[in-house]
């Protein structure tokens, strides 16, 4: 079955400590997206990419960095992450950007020790 | 130190009864609309989706309406099922230049047995 997944569902990191989430898609979306989502509370959009157009949201901290090395993959890298960085990272694929539906992947829960 | 965590917005519901979740979106410029359901550890999952020239559209047990002039969305989910227990989140976009999809806060549908 065409799928958003994302590896792994569950990750500790420590402070400071790099780490990197994957995310893959078989549905051969031009889009890929990653949110943050912190515990009750809604999706918020950290960036995108658009084939292998990025796009930062503006608030988006440095902190957080993307790479699409392919229409398949996309990852997301945190260098520095800090005990507020503890959430669901969700990724996301839509066949075009605007006004289409997204299918979201399961999610990876990141804890920060 | 005891932390305080955010709480959503719960509605409750006995099994069998038609659910009616509401929501207010922000953007006037918006043109298209999603009901999402998150589960407990899981993905959001697209349930419906309305555009901006329709005010109603209907699927399998599920109703949405669209008042563009209040900016109201709402969800109405005949005979309420345990398994509709969750997270729901409508999102909001737009096809303009900016387009971005949009969570609102997220309700949590209580289905009593």
């Known amino acids: 079955d065409a799928m958003v997944i994302q590896n792994p569902r569950y990750q500790v990191t420590q402070f400071g400590k790099p780490v990197t989430l994957s995310c893959s898609q078989t549905?051969?979306?031009?889009?890929m997206y990653w949110y943050q989502q912190k515990s009750s509370q809604a999706p918020k959009l950290l960036f995108h990419?658009?084939?292998?157009?990025?796009?930062n949201e503006a608030d988006t901290p440095d902190n957080f960095q993307s790479r699409r090395p392919n229409t398949s993959f996309c990852f997301l890298d945190i260098r520095s992450p800090g005990l507020g960085d503890a959430a669901m990272y969700l990724c996301?694929?839509?066949?075009?950007?605007?006004?289409?539906?997204?299918?979201f992947g399961p999610g990876t829960r990141l804890t920060v020790l | 130190g005891e932390s305080v965590g955010l709480h959503l917005p719960t509605l409750s519901v006995q099994e069998g009864d038609n659910s009616i979740i509401n929501c207010a979106y922000s953007?006037?410029?918006?043109?298209?609309f999603i009901w999402y359901k998150q589960e407990s550890g899981k993905g959001p999952q697209f349930i419906i989706d309305?555009?901006?020239?329709?005010n109603k559209r209907q699927g399998q047990r599920v109703t949405v309406l669209l008042n563009k002039t209040v900016k109201h969305l709402s969800l109405q989910i005949a005979a309420t099922q345990p398994g509709d227990s969750a997270v729901y989140f409508c999102?909001?976009?737009?096809?303009?230049?900016?387009?971005?999809?949009?969570f609102g806060k997220g309700i949590t549908l209580s289905v009593r047995p």
């Open positions: 996301a694929t839509s066949r075009v950007l605007a006004s289409n539906e997204q299918f």
């Open positions: 549905l051969n979306h031009n889009v």
């Open positions: 990419y658009y084939d292998k157009d990025f796009n």
């Open positions: 953007n006037s410029a918006s043109d298209y």
């Open positions: 309305i555009r901006s020239n329709m």
């Open positions: 999102a909001e976009d737009s096809t303009g230049a900016n387009s971005k999809l949009t």
